[in-house]
């Protein structure tokens, strides 16, 4: 199988030296993704702002990837703070209906750029 590197300007470019997500068959990687805006590459403020921006960047590199947030197979949630985990719920259905992805919420220190959440996932477009 080949692999295709996907990448948009509709997400925030990758600030590191690793893809916005990378096509193998039907099945799309995405690199985790922060409250970046993509226009300025600046940090949204706030925990629901931050948690939105994430799912809007995710949608985007989906699309590129000729895909759809409902192709989500698996996601891992990372959270500065666990006390979070309701609200990423709320602002989670906001972009998902069921059947829900697979999910993990992972609880860390810190994240880049001082981010206070930061999501990854894998999608199946077959």
């Known amino acids: 199988m080949s692999r295709k590197i996907i990448s948009t300007s509709n997400a925030p470019a990758a600030i590191g030296v690793y ?6 068959g039907d099945t799309v990687y995405c690199s985790g993704q922060i409250g970046l805006e993509p226009e300025s590459g600046q940090l949204v403020e706030g925990f629901e702002a931050q ?10 590199v989906a ?19 666990l006390g979070n985990f309701g609200k990423v719920n709320e602002i989670m259905a906001r972009y998902f209906t069921e059947p829900y992805p697979a999910r993990a919420a992972v609880g860390v220190k810190e994240l880049p750029r001082g981010a206070l959440v930061e999501a990854d996932a894998i999608l199946f477009l077959g």
């Open 19 to 24: 893809s916005q997500a990378v096509r193998v």
């Open 51 to 60: 948690c939105a921006r994430v799912f809007e960047n995710l949608k985007a």
């Open 63 to 81: 699309e590129a990837a000729d895909g759809t947030l409902a192709q989500v197979v698996r996601m891992t949630l990372y959270l500065t703070d």
